[in-house]
């Protein structure tokens, strides 16, 4: 459990330090920064609604939490935190979720589409999915005993995914443990990082 609690901190360095690439892809975010308060007057019951969303997935399946942190770690590997990893193929790309490191392995992906639903009913198009991924990733590290963290919020969604940049980016189980340290270290991670994040998500 404390492992577990430890990963999701690790990820929340992340989130914070990856560039939101996504903003480039819609609207504006006052000037682009993110900031914990940003759905507070377009939506206010947004927190609310994500958690209850992801208490409710955890009820039914306690592993649906190291399945979340997987699924926003593989997201923000990629283009950033801006939820590509959602998107399926389309004329123009191929799916994230068709990758090696996703296919027929990552899993949630329900679990944010419910999400979605309960908050276009609250507050149509106003909270973004990679913001869903970055709330459920804090939620479920507090329901399964880690800490809380206030998450900074803006972020836009991707209009596009990369499968290459998946294959090529996120940690693969035939890595050698100098390109996993290389992979790491791109996104301003380090070896403890490493081990604390791979360790709980492949055990």
Same mark, same amino acid.
């Given at each position: 459990m404390m492992k577990l609690a430890m990963s999701f901190a690790l990820l929340a360095s992340l989130v914070t330090a990856?560039?939101?690439? $996504?903003? *480039? *892809?819609? *609207?504006?975010?006052? =000037?682009?920064?993110?900031?914990? %308060?940003?759905?507070? #007057? /377009?939506c206010p019951k947004a927190q609310q609604i994500v958690w209850s969303g992801v208490a409710k997935a955890h009820a039914k399946d306690p592993r649906m939490a190291a399945s979340l942190l997987r699924l #926003?770690? #593989?997201? $923000?590997?990629?283009?950033g935190c801006d939820a &590509?990893?959602?998107?399926? &193929?389309? =004329? /123009?790309?191929? &799916?994230e979720k068709r990758s090696h490191a996703n296919l027929n392995s990552a899993r949630g992906f329900e679990v944010i589409d419910e999400i979605k639903f309960a908050? @276009?009913? @609250?507050c149509p198009l106003t909270v973004s999915c990679a913001d869903i991924l970055a709330l459920a990733a804090r939620d479920s590290t507090v329901l399964t005993g =880690?800490?809380?963290?206030?998450?900074?919020?803006?972020?836009?969604?991707s209009l596009g995914a990369s499968l290459s940049g998946?294959?090529?980016?996120?940690p693969a189980p035939n890595n050698t443990l100098p390109t996993i340290? /290389?992979?790491?270290?791109? %996104? =301003?991670?380090d070896l403890v990082d490493l081990v604390a994040l791979l360790g709980t998500i492949h055990d």
């Open positions: 990856l560039p939101p690439l $996504c903003l *480039a *892809a819609s *609207a504006n975010t006052n =000037g682009g920064f993110l900031y914990p %308060q940003f759905y507070d #007057h /377009t #926003h770690f #593989h997201d $923000c590997f990629v283009k &590509s990893v959602l998107l399926d &193929s389309s =004329g /123009t790309f191929l &799916s908050l @276009e009913k @609250e =880690g800490p809380y963290w206030a998450v900074p919020l803006g972020r836009r969604d998946s294959n090529n980016n996120i340290i /290389t992979k790491f270290k791109l %996104q =301003g991670l």
